[in-house]
């Protein structure tokens, strides 16, 4: 009882000294481990736009209504594209409006990792003159952020 009654004093200044203390690290003698890859020091929203930037938007759409979209409905369609796979609820439907009548929607599938590389399928629809063009495909996120197509089938 009394061994109890002196741990009950101690345990709490021992836990008080070790706040109390400054960590010491030891010199570095390896290779460093600090960060020196510019896009490692990138903010999170910084390192997502240029993700975004580089996922090509021609791959995710089918080629026939990729060649009538306008810049405007090419970088609204590209957008609505990355996010939906970057960020999408599976099945939640995406929509994009650009120019002329120019419309689309992206849905996604759930995510599945492959050899560590984040994939999900993807259905996007493209609508103008009263026609819809459907492509699906798998995307696989690159070590970059970016998304390339790995399979997929218009129509």
Known sequence: MRTTFRALFILPALALAACATTPQLAPATGPSLIATDPALLQAPAQTTAVAASMTDVSAFVDPAAYSQLSEKSRAEAAGAQFNALQFGRVGAPRNWQGDNGQS????????????????????HTVTFGGQSYVKKGTACREADGSWTVSASKTG
């Open 104 to 123: 689309g929607v992206v849905t996604v599938g759930p995510y599945v990792r492959v050899n560590l590389i984040d994939c999900r399928d993807f259905t």
